[in-house]
């Protein structure tokens, strides 16, 4: 009993301040398996960085990663900012679990969350499918557009920031899924069969698709 007690103390003292993660120090948010684990604490969580592509070096720089939210606690609310010069466009969601590949060489999990979208150099989006309570989640970056790519552009970047809000308490009914615009289950394999054509064509990683709604 006093080891649990003093485990269960250890735990709340490990979350008792939020984090503040920037790539710049801490290391890069890469599109890898698995996924950077970030353990949030109370108050307001910062994940910031930047992402970006460069043509010459044939390399995409993206901004994924999981985290989880302990036991008793819950994500109140959050939302991601960016500003670019050279980027107008980018895209996110948010799903349980995810943190490894599966067998089947996809991350497993289900979408809460696909209308984490910027339009334009510089913007800001929220979380919809609040709150959210213990457990292990993943943000995957789904997309970014370079502002003149098809001119041949070379090099493009964004700096970007997650704010995720972690309050005491525990989020009894999980949320609705916010997911806006989703194609029809008959339209939706040729939907994705394009986007990843075209997502290919640029290096993405194409094991994310299975997790998009």
Known sequence: ??????????????????????????????????????????????????????????????????????????ISSGSVSMTSTDIDESSWFLATGGVELTSNNTFAGTVLDAGLTIDGLSGIAVLHALPIGEGTYHIMQTDFQPVDSIFGVTTSSADFTFTLNLVSGTATTPPPAYLPNAPEPSTWFLTASGVALLLWRRGWPLRVFSNVP
């Open 1 to 74: 009993m006093r080891l649990a007690i003093v485990a269960l103390m250890m735990a709340v003292s490990a979350n008792a301040s939020p984090i503040v993660y920037n790539e710049a120090v801490d290391g890069d948010l890469a599109q890898s398996d698995p996924l950077t684990l970030l353990t949030l604490g109370l108050g307001e969580n910062t994940i910031s960085g930047t992402f970006g592509e460069n043509d010459i070096l044939q390399t995409l720089n993206w901004a994924s990663f999981a985290f989880i939210v302990p036991v008793g606690d819950n």
